[in-house]
């Protein structure tokens, strides 16, 4: 019998005038593997735990260091607010 697993979190991130909605359990490998090659507009990530809900916009020097730098990177995701 085949169990499916539930993710603990529900993503909606624009970015380069794409939507992009993924169901994750890593946020921040979720986020790498959508890295653009080069990045044009903000980034507006929608983040949901449960029935809790976070938004977290980045303008684009913002978001280039959040793919540039792996610190800066891991700080962001361990301050995320979920209200």
Do not use: A
Not at 19 to 32: A, V
Not at 60 to 74: A, D, M, S, T, V
């Amino acid at each position: 019998m085949t169990t499916i697993e539930k993710t603990k979190y529900s993503m909606v991130v624009t970015m380069n005038d794409k939507e992009y909605k993924i169901d994750t359990n890593d946020i921040e490998e979720t986020m790498l593997t959508l890295s653009p090659q080069w990045l044009k507009t903000k980034i507006i990530m929608k983040i949901k735990e449960g029935n809790k809900l976070c938004d977290k916009m980045f303008l684009l020097p913002e978001g280039k260091q959040f793919y540039r730098n792996k610190i800066y990177r891991e700080h962001i995701i361990r301050n995320l607010i979920f209200k």
